[in-house]
Each structure stands twice: as structure tokens, then as C-alpha cells.
């Protein structure tokens, strides 16, 4: 039996690939390659136990011939879903972006999902569902829940066809509600973006906002560590977790700094105005992490060590680029 990943050639699919294949799991793999890269399988596909389909999830007629192809080769047991618009913003801007590639790509795969009689279903939720809280603390059982962004709404409406697919035939489901994810291969993010201003501009560093911004991050492996760690302990058809940090955050200022001292010394920062770096931006966030903590994890980094990590190693993959 296999394991499939939606989304695998992205940042957190193509980490999760690289964790399940040193597991010994045979891998399937898929993905539009929109936002993702072959360079990040690199490592996943130079494996006998990987199997990879480019495939456009948004089209059901595509996407239940690639998983019939893969089935044929490999039954699947499980599908982590991983495949979603990464980029906020651009969900702003043109609204059928988060309908298309984060709502339907997760509607489909419930599809396919029933028709191939795959039972399990692990899905990459967000903090953006619960909407701008204002620095209270996100319990999973808040609500009601008022999301801010395009994203956030079209996450939590994959939320509710999930649990509506456990209703009727969806055997058992695992919802994990990501903070701000930091790490390599990075494709997205103020981490990046500060990275690649820099190279450009090396004397100065432009920042959205006023840098008051205040969000938990965590490190891509730890995300990883979580997500394996409730798939194997937590025993509800439904479960649905946050992950995080267990701190307050950092500030955007505090990146900014991080970055310049790693990539740029002496380049000063140039802030905006306001405390939002864009239209759908929640700035401040603050996870509560009980129900994690009660099932046994607890992250090894604090938000600001894993952000320092990362952002020496997103310096490094840009020195390469």
C-alpha cells in the first residue's frame, strides 16, 4: 500500500515526501507543478518508492485518471493533502484563485478519494480560518469563525466537506491547522521576500507594514514531527489540531533584523504604515496549543530560534540560486 501527497513538489509536500520515503513508505506523488518544482523532489524522486503524476487536481476527469494510474501500479491507503494556493495576496486579487486551487482541489480529492475506496484523509489547514482574533487565543473549538482572507474562508470550507464526508463515508479524517511555517526549499513567504529584496538592494530592506506584526512560527521539521506524531496517537474519527510554537511569536521587525544581520549587515529598514502587510493580513496571532500538549508533542524550537534556522538556511539556498 502507498501513501499520496497532493501538493508533493511544494514546500511542505516535498518535506513530507523526503520524511515518509526514509520511513521505508512507497510514495505517490502529485501536483501541477504552479508553485512547486522538480528541484524539490530531488532528493524524493531519485527513490524506487516514489511515484510522481503531474496532474491539475481543480479538473475531477484528470485528476481521478491519475489516481487510477497510480492505484493500478500501487493501491493507496491514505491521501495527505498538501496542494492549496500558497499566496494570499494573489487570492485577494482574483477570488477564483482560493475557489479553484484550495476549495475544489480539496473537493475533488474527497471524490477520487470515494470512488478508489481510500479511507483516510490528512489535511493542511490553517490558522487563517479562524479570521482576526485580536491577539486572543485560537482554541479549536472557537467560534464562530469569521476568516479574513479568501484563503482562510476557502480552508474552512474544505474543513466542512470533510467533516460532512465523515457523516457519510469517509472512515477517519486528520485536520492540522499550520501557524507561519519557516524552512527549505522556501517558495513563499516574508522570509523569502526579505531574502531577495536584499540581493537586489542591499543597502536598504523595504518592509510591508510598520513591523508590529506578531505571528508563531515553526519550523517545517517540526511541522512534519507534529502532523506524524497525531496521525500516530490521536484515535477520534475527526481529529483536528493546532500546531505551533509554544510562545507568543515574534515580530515582522525582528525578521527584518534577522535577515539584514545574516544577508546584508548595515543595510538599514525602511517600514509602511499600518500593521497589516496586506489586505487579508491577520497581524497577530496567537495559538492555543492545550490540546496538543494533552496528546503528548511539544516543539523543541521557539519561534524565534526557528526563524534564526531558517533564515540562514533560505540565505543559503538563494547564495546557490
Known amino acids: 500500500m502507498a501513501i499520496c501527497i497532493t501538493g508533493v513538489a511544494g514546500f511542505v509536500g516535498c518535506n513530507l515526501a523526503e520524511r515518509f520515503l526514509a520511513h521505508g ?38 485528476y481521478s485518471a491519475a489516481i487510477a494510474r497510480m492505484s493500478a501500479r500501487e493501491p493507496i491507503s491514505e491521501v495527505w493533502h498538501m496542494a492549496a494556493n500558497s499566496d494570499i495576496p494573489a487570492g485577494v ?52 469563525l469569521f476568516p479574513v482572507s479568501n484563503y482562510g474562508a476557502m480552508k474552512l470550507a474544505s474543513e466542512a466537506v470533510i467533516s460532512a464526508a465523515l457523516e457519510s463515508w ?18 513563499h513567504g516574508a522570509l523569502l521576500d526579505f531574502v531577495r529584496k536584499l540581493k537586489r538592494t542591499s543597502d536598504n530592506l523595504s518592509v510591508l507594514g510598520n513591523g508590529t506584526q506578531q505571528k508563531s512560527y515553526l519550523h517545517v521539521d517540526e511541522l512534519i514531527d507534529a502532523m506524524l506524531f497525531i496521525r500516530d496517537r490521536a484515535e477520534d474519527r475527526l481529529n483536528y489540531f493546532n500546531i505551533g510554537a ?35 493580513d491577520v497581524p497577530r496571532f496567537v495559538y492555543s496549543l492545550d490540546k496538543l500538549r494533552a496528546l503528548g508533542w511539544h516543539p523543541k524550537l521557539s519561534s524565534a530560534e526557528a526563524v534564526r534556522l531558517a533564515v540562514r538556511q533560505i540565505a543559503a539556498q538563494e547564495m546557490d540560486r
Open 25 to 62: 513508505h512507497k510514495l505517490v506523488g502529485l501536483d501541477n507543478f504552479s508553485r512547486g518544482s522538480m528541484a524539490n523532489l530531488k532528493k524524493a524522486s531519485s527513490s524506487p518508492l516514489f511515484l510522481l503524476d503531474n496532474v491539475e487536481m481543480s479538473d475531477l476527469k484528470a
Open 170 to 187: 469517509l472512515k477517519r479524517a486528520f485536520i492540522f491547522r499550520f501557524p507561519n511555517v519557516v524552512g527549505t526549499p522556501a517558495t
Open 246 to 280: 509554544e510562545d507568543a511569536g515574534v515580530t515582522v521587525k525582528f525578521m527584518a533584523e534577522e535577515v539584514v544581520a545574516n544577508v546584508s549587515p548595515g543595510a538599514s529598514i525602511t517600514y509602511g504604515e499600518g500593521n497589516k502587510g496586506w489586505l487579508g
Open 93 to 144: 486579487k482574483d477570488v477564483s484563485t482560493d475557489f479553484r486551487d484550495t476549495f475544489m482541489t480539496t473537493f475533488n480529492t474527497l471524490e477520487v478519494m470515494k470512488e478508489f475506496g481510500i479511507p483516510v484523509l490528512a489535511f493542511a489547514s490553517s490558522s487563517a480560518i479562524y479570521g482576526d482574533l485580536k491577539g486572543a487565543p485560537m482554541y479549536e473549538d472557537t467560534g464562530p
